[in-house]
């Protein structure tokens, strides 16, 4: 049990970044639906548990060190290459978003223009790149069970200290702009994409565990655990929905609504998770390119953040509601792939027995 819980929390970090814990995430996808939206989180738990187990289970089942060899396995060539290429680009894509992101902490936060927010991620994610600190990110990764420790407790508080009620508030989620016009396909495009963005590390993650049934059993208390977040999420954010719904960052305006400094500590937090969740993106698109330490590395790193950075100018808000749910849609194929894969599993299983 106690590997599988720790596959568990490890699935969880993969998931839980940046975007998700802004908040952003959880308003567009979930909050902006009201009461349907709850409908939608107890969804997105159910799917996000099966691909957990689904992912970690295929891992270790292949044993393998790359979501390359895994998707290939499962996809042939031609399927192979599309998942791939869905992979390739969310990381990419996921990249730009988190530049964008730093953007807004900086001038939500502290009232700075947000191209200075930018500029300071571009550069220090390059960086990092460059130099291959393995040691920060390690140290910056350590910090996702502050940040899950964060939420549970401003969804507490927020449910014991709101002023109106959900039946009062919901004329006004409602109002928010959604990133689908459907709670239902809200919710599967949601998991979709987040799938696309935590596939490659959750199957190599899986194929370090060599017992199948612990590994699948990890993913599954990942998948469980990560939405019980989501449903606290959309729940602490719909509590305070009239006053944090206009917010680039909804978590971090309830965070400054009740004290400046846990505001502070809070946005300190944002910003190293959006660093890690950067640094690991972009890295991983960069190294599908080039091979690390050689000088064709360091310019593609450079081309790389420049065009990212680039591409981030317009907003954390936007991008997050424009990107993320074409991603989803491309998502669809690679969870479709895994879900026709684990029949096709269980029946070759029955047909042996």
Known sequence: MKKSLKIGSAFIGIIVGAGFASGQEILQYFTSFGFLGILGAILATALFAYMGMSLTRLGSRMQTTSHKEAVYGIGGKIGGFIMDA?????????????????????????????????????????????????????????????????????????????????????????????????????????????????????????????????????????????????????????????????????????????????????SLILFAMIYNTAVSMLFSFTARFAEMNTKRFNITVIIVVTLAYSLSFRGFTELVGQFYPYIGYMGLFLVITLVVTNIRYTLNKKAQA
């Open 86 to 266: 869905i992979i390739i680009l969310t990381l990419f894509g996921v990249g730009v978003v988190m530049i964008a992101g730093a953007g807004s902490i900086f001038s939500q936060q502290f009232g700075l223009p947000a191209v200075l927010g930018n500029t300071v991620m571009a550069l220090i994610v390059m960086g990092t790149i460059m130099l291959n600190v393995k040691k920060i990110i390690a140290i910056i990764g350590s910090i996702t069970p502050f940040l899950v420790v964060m939420v549970i407790g401003l969804a507490i508080y927020s449910l014991l200290t709101m002023d109106a009620s959900f039946a009062t508030l919901e004329p006004i989620a409602k109002e928010q702009d959604s990133a689908l016009s459907n709670w239902f396909y809200s919710a599967i495009n949601y998991v979709s994409f987040n799938i696309a963005v935590g596939a490659s590390m959750a199957i190599v993650m899986g194929g370090s565990e060599k017992d199948e049934k612990i590994a699948a059993r990890g993913g599954f208390i990942g998948g469980l655990g990560l939405g019980v977040l989501i449903i606290l999420s959309h729940l602490a954010i719909f509590s305070a929905v009239d006053q944090v719904g206009t917010s680039d960052m909804p978590i971090l305006q309830m965070a400054n609504d009740i004290s400046p400094i846990l505001g502070i500590f809070i």
